[in-house]
Nanobody, 123 residues
Framework: QVQLVESGGGQVQPGGSLRLSCAAS????????MRWYRQAPGKQRELVAT???????TYADSVKGRFTISRDNAKNTVYLQMNSLKPEDTAVYYC?????????????????WGQGTQVTVSS
């Protein structure tokens, strides 16, 4: 079993910054890709950013140049630094990770989600 704890959400004025964190714990050998998604009211969940185990990052066009995803493999934690926030960034943000978990014979890559953290950008 893998547990994810998110933190860092809140309310901020347009142009402000927030930093989200998502820490993984439990029974796994390592974590492959780590991602941040978001879901605004009445909209589908969308992929915001992905970071591989080697640190390669990709972003949705809507956040490029404003958001930065990073990870600390020693702490099994992924971060999302959000700058120049806009009202349209308002959403619940979820982390999603791919832990390598043990099996009776071998390993497999699983998929886990955080509980979500609210980000509200409003004046």
């Amino acid at each position: 079993q893998v547990q994810l704890v998110e933190s860092g959400g809140g309310q901020v004025q347009p142009g402000g910054s927030l930093r989200l964190s998502c820490a993984a714990s439990g029974r796994f050998f390592s974590i492959d890709a780590m991602r941040w998604y978001r879901q605004a009211p009445g909209k589908q969940r969308e992929l915001v950013a992905t970071i591989t185990v080697s640190g390669a990052a990709t972003y949705a066009d809507s956040v490029k140049g404003r958001f930065t995803i990073s990870r600390d493999n020693a702490k099994n934690t992924v971060y999302l630094q959000m700058n120049s926030l806009k009202p349209e960034d308002t959403a619940v943000y979820y982390c999603n990770v791919d832990p390598v978990v043990p099996l009776v014979a071998g390993t497999q890559v699983d998929d886990y989600w955080g509980q979500g953290t609210q980000v509200t950008v409003s004046s």
